[in-house]
């Protein structure tokens, strides 16, 4: 069992651009959240995937948006990308989404923005 | 909202020697509380929830509603425990967290 995996592990993009990252869940977990790691602070929710529906979502802005696909990956998508967005973005993986599961979480993508 | 408090951001400690690591949390709900960890070069992964009331690798946490915390405790730390540590409070029934700033443990051989 791979657990969950995620795509890539270090990205760098300029301010303005924009970025997908990808994560795909662990085997058998149907739900797909998605959290933000600044250096020094610890994850901060951004929002939650079930049923290809977000679900719930943490005060992010709108530029950050999702997608949750039929075989249960996800990616996260972040417009018009500012040097706050540099951060550690995790993916975690669950079953269900009415709590009582564990999230199991990647490694986490590394994105810096210049 | 939901709120979790980690006062101290690096503690040392001397191998044997008895670890805590404070959580105090702040929600007006039914809480779901856990305690996370990721050693070096590691993935985040869960060392323990209330729920469970188990001991894991020696660590024990007992949830206090009246004091709203979640403290984390081992009586004698390994070497091995050195990671960084998040307390984490979910609502119950939704898995959706709150982490703390996390602590940084180093036990000294």
């Known amino acids: 069992d791979a657990g969950v995996t995620q795509s890539p592990t270090h990205l760098i993009k300029t301010r303005g651009q924009q970025v997908t990252l990808r994560c795909s869940p662990k085997s058998g977990h149907d739900t797909v959240s998605w959290y933000q790691q600044a250096l020094g602070q610890g994850p901060q929710f951004i929002f939650q995937y079930y049923e290809e529906e977000e679900r719930q979502r943490g005060n992010f802005p709108d530029r950050f948006s999702g997608h949750q696909f039929p075989n249960y990956s996800s990616e996260l998508n972040v417009n018009a990308l500012l040097l706050g967005d540099s951060a550690l973005y995790l993916c975690?993986?669950?079953?269900?989404?009415?709590?009582?599961?564990?999230?199991?979480f990647g490694n986490g993508t590394r994105l810096t923005v210049t | 909202a939901q709120r979790v408090t980690q006062p101290e951001k690096l503690l040392s400690v001397f191998k044997g020697a008895p670890v805590e690591l404070k959580c105090n949390y702040s929600?007006?709900?039914?809480?779901?509380l856990f305690w996370y960890v990721q050693y070096s070069r590691q993935r985040l992964q869960l060392l323990l929830r209330h729920i469970s009331r188990e001991s894991i690798k020696g660590f024990t946490a007992d949830l206090n509603k009246g004091e709203t915390s979640f403290h984390l405790k081992k009586p004698f730390a390994q070497e091995e425990d050195s990671a960084m540590y998040y307390c984490?409070?979910?609502?119950?029934?939704?898995?959706?967290?709150?982490f703390g700033k996390g602590n940084q443990v180093v036990v000294i051989p």
């Open positions: 984490a409070l979910g609502a119950y029934g939704n898995n959706r967290l709150a």
């Open positions: 929600y007006s709900g039914s809480p779901e």
């Open positions: 975690a993986s669950s079953l269900g989404n009415a709590g009582g599961s564990p999230l199991h």
